[in-house]
């Protein structure tokens, strides 16, 4: 399974932005798709979640501001992401679960200026 993320880039603090992750390759079952951030120096961490049933949950530091939907006839994933700040500024990526396997995308970068 191939994942390839877009939608990053800069924009200023307040903007908007949305994040999309298309899955291809051998998929009969995705389960469980995510969102991840990360920072120099820093571990990934979770930003958002979403069951194959559409339940989501999200990180607090974003919760209100970050909402993720996904398409299962589509294979993709989303994080519309409102109200952005300068702690935002990381690589996102995108992961999904299929069988017992987890998959990585190569990330894209979301920066917000102050």
């Known amino acids: 399974v191939q994942l390839q993320a877009s939608g990053g880039g800069l924009v200023q603090a307040g903007g908007s932005l949305r994040l999309s992750c298309v899955a291809s390759?051998?998929?009969?079952?995705?389960?469980?798709m995510g969102w991840y951030r990360q920072t120099p120096g820093n571990q990934r961490e979770l930003v958002a979640g979403?069951?194959?049933?559409?339940?989501?949950n999200y990180a607090d530091s974003v919760k209100g501001r970050f909402t993720i939907s996904r398409d299962n006839a589509k294979n993709m994933v989303y994080l519309q992401m409102n109200s952005l700040k300068p702690e935002d500024t990381a690589v996102y990526y995108c992961?999904?679960?299929?069988?017992?396997?987890?998959?990585w995308g190569q990330g894209t970068q979301v920066t917000v200026s102050s």
């Open positions: 979403i069951t194959k049933g559409g339940v989501a």
């Open positions: 992961k999904v679960d299929q069988s017992w396997l987890t998959y």
């Open positions: 390759g051998p998929i009969f079952a995705l389960n469980d």
